[in-house]
């Protein structure tokens, strides 16, 4: 192995000790770099494969701050983290890490944790080619289409969404911005679902007059050069420029991707695309825009808008959906919400359905993996085809194996009949495995068999035979931490993970609440045969603030039991207190698509702790059992005595037992 890894790391001992594991296992470490402006003197030097970073560093700069650009460079890094500081590591998630290491390290979770940040980095980087050569094609095509430009501009910016994720698409075409006459923008209002906001709605929105908009636009100078503001940057551009702080404010948006697109004709548009969430652009997004700029100029330059000469006229006035357009088809049957959590996940099923890529579902209990899963095969070319559930946690050991290969008959004690596995029902279509990494460790070799060579062998068969089958897998465990720990294959992690699909609590995007108490609350009085006259305001309010331990399927269980309770005639009301029983500490998910694996704080901090017990022990060791003097544990981690000793009390090691 030749690749270079950088260590940015202040601590010389740490850095020095993941150097010493590095090298052992054949990787070239380019360099140690204590701040982030060292890292960048290395990067530029040696282009280094991968980067281990340090939050904390010498110097202003944080290794967050170092983060966005290597995320811009497209170098893959892992997190060393000793923080457990839950917003700092929410920070360092979103800026989409290929894993993270806890201090003090193990040599056998660093290898690892370095070997699925590798073979993420390759497997995304392939597949989003693979995506763009699509989405090139597409985006011709639909220039060449006989539709009016609106109809049009729906349908590209339906199909741009997973790529460059949006709430809000403002075009300016640049003569109007000089001359202050039109406002053209897109609002996300579902998947596949936009609404057309012209300078009417934009008033109606802002409860702006006329007069009062007209002057905000004498006063803007809106800038026309490619630009992606993300946070503070955005707030610094919102307070220069007053029809984007006018935006922000309305559409509680918090970033921006400008990047401006010249017609044939010569003209020139500004795409301005605003997202909600603080932290979302980077320079692939506006290297992917600069790269489609042909196509979008030919779609945006046709037929110049009605109305768009008159600042009181509204290019368009009504909501319009996407769905309305030949060939995009709501495709999410039986999910409901709208919140641009939820969308994401939908955008990441959509760009992955086509392919026979396996795809892993992450998510904390009852958020909808399975739901998802569903989506997933419906929408693929083998919609209708079988899709297959296998639950791996709910079979026993001894019989999952024929449950998912067959047998033939007589091939054991009982097997009195021939039968057909799982794997071989699923022929052609989806299984998916839930719970997988409740997987017996045995079987993982068997299942990475058939991902390996499509092939299967029933049990007391003669020979195996080919089978067309796509994996979808889903966990609400931490894998990676499986794998580390011993419990779940590396090459099998390998092969599943190759498209990650993280589903969100219930608790963070909570204005699906609503949709889906109203959801769920019409079926279960269509069920219980009762009328359903609404929910009550109180009762709303009240699921809203839940913490939903339990995610959709507890909300689920709430409604049911309220519409049981219910007499049919009045609104629905929350008869019984909410379950205060379940308590759980929220999980951190990543909002981005191709990265991460959920990991809750409770899990961060055990394994925190797991590996500094461990580390202390085996300083304990070699200081043989000596805590104090020359040469003892405490002067060998450089620690105060009675630090390591409240430490070691905490951790519950005792000198005895070593
Ligand atoms: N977005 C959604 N809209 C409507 N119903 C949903 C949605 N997501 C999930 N559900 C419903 O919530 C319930 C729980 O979902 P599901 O079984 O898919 O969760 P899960 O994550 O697979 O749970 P587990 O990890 O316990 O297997 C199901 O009844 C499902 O139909």
């Known amino acids: 192995m030749t690749e270079q890894v950088l260590i940015v790391e202040d601590e010389f001992i740490v850095a020095n000790d993941l150097m010493l594991i590095l090298e052992k296992a054949g990787y070239k470490v380019c ?3 204590a701040s982030v ?7 530029r030097e040696n282009k280094p494969g ?14 967050i701050d170092l983060a966005h650009e290597l995320r811009e460079q497209h170098i893959p890094f892992v997190y060393l983290s000793a923080n457990s500081n839950q917003r700092v590591l929410e920070a360092a998630k979103a800026t989409g890490p290929y894993g993270f290491l806890v201090k003090p390290f193990r040599a056998k979770d660093v290898l690892i944790t370095l070997d699925i940040a590798r073979y993420r980095h390759k497997h995304s980087l392939e ?23 609106e109809k049009k501009m729906f349908m590209a910016i339906s199909i741009l969404q997973p790529f460059i994720p949006f709430d809000l698409l403002v075009v300016n075409n640049i003569k109007n911005i000089q001359e202050h006459r039109s406002f053209e923008a897109f609002l996300r209002i579902g998947f596949d679902e936009y609404q057309a906001i012209g300078v009417s709605e934009l008033l109606t929105i802002t409860g702006l007059r006329m007069q009062e908009w007209n002057k905000i636009q004498t006063e803007t100078i809106s800038t026309i050069t490619p630009a992606c503001i993300n946070n503070t940057e955005f707030q610094k551009a ?8 006018l935006v922000a404010t309305a559409f509680q948006v918090n970033a921006v991707l400008t990047q401006p697109v010249t017609t044939g004709a010569g003209e020139t548009y500004v795409l301005s695309f605003f997202n909600r969430s603080s932290d979302t652009w980077h320079a692939g997004h506006l290297a992917l825009l600069q790269r489609l700029q042909p196509s979008l100029g030919s779609i945006i330059s046709q037929e110049p808008i009605a109305g768009n ?3 009181s006229t509204a290019p368009y006035k009504n909501a319009r959906s996407g769905t309305e357009n030949p060939g995009v088809i709501s495709r999410f049957e039986g999910i409901v919400g709208n919140s641009h959590q939820l969308l994401a996940v939908l955008d990441q099923v959509a760009q992955v359905a086509p392919f026979d890529t396996s795809v892993l579902i992450l998510g904390e209990s009852g958020t909808g993996k399975e739901r998802i899963a569903h989506s997933l095969h419906h ?37 009195t009949d021939r039968r057909v596995g799982k794997f071989e029902q699923a022929n052609d279509g989806t299984i998916f495995l839930d719970e997988i990494g409740e997987m017996p460790l045995e079987l993982q070799v068997k299942l990475l068999r058939v991902l390996q060579e499509k092939e299967i062998e029933r049990i007391g068969g003669r020979s195996s035979f080919k089978i067309n089958v796509r994996i979808v897998a889903a966990t609400n465990r931490h894998l990676e931490r499986e794998v580390a720990e011993g419990r779940f294959r590396l090459d099998l992690y390998y092969r ?13 995007r909570r204005e699906d609440i609503k949709h889906l108490a109203h959801h769920f609350a019409a079926l279960a009085c269509h069920r219980n045969r009762k009328a359903f006259n609404g929910i009550t305001p109180k009762m709303v309010a009240e699921l809203e603030t839940w913490n939903w331990p339990g995610n959709i399927r507890e909300l689920e269980n709430v409604i049911e039991q309220a519409v049981i309770l219910n007499d049919g005639i009045s609104p629905l009301e929350l008869k019984r207190p909410l379950n205060t029983g379940v308590v759980r500490e929220p999980v951190l998910l990543s909002p981005l698509q191709n990265v991460s694996t959920a990991q809750s704080l409770t899990d961060i901090r055990k394994m925190q702790d797991d590996t500094e017990r461990e580390y202390i022990i085996s300083i304990l060791r070699k200081a043989n059992g000596r805590i104090r003097g020359e040469g003892g544990a405490a002067q060998l981690l450089n620690l105060k005595p009675t630090t390591l000793e409240s430490k070691m009390l905490k951790l519950g090691i005792k000198k005895d037992n070593l």
Not at 127 to 149: G, M, V
Not at 496 to 508: A, D, G, M
């Open 238 to 245: 919102c307070e220069a420029d007053p029809i984007k702080k």
């Open 379 to 415: 929408m693929s070319a083998r919609g209708s085809k079988p899709f297959i559930k296998v639950n791996c946690a709910a079979l026993p050991p001894t019989l999952i194996e024929s449950e998912l290969f067959g047998h033939e008959k007589g091939a054991f004690t009982g097997a």
């Open 31 to 33: 360099g140690i770099a």
């Open 127 to 149: 597949f989003s080619l693979r995506q763009e050569a699509l989405l090139q094609e597409k985006l011709t095509a639909i220039s060449t289409q006989p539709f009016d430009r």
């Open 496 to 508: 599943l993970n190759v498209f990650p699909i993280i589903l969100p609590p219930l608790r963070e």
């Open 37 to 43: 402006e060292e890292a960048r003197a290395i990067i």
């Open 309 to 311: 000469e008159d600042p």
């Open 50 to 63: 991968m980067v281990l970073l340090d939050i904390y560093l010498k110097g202003k700069l944080t290794g």
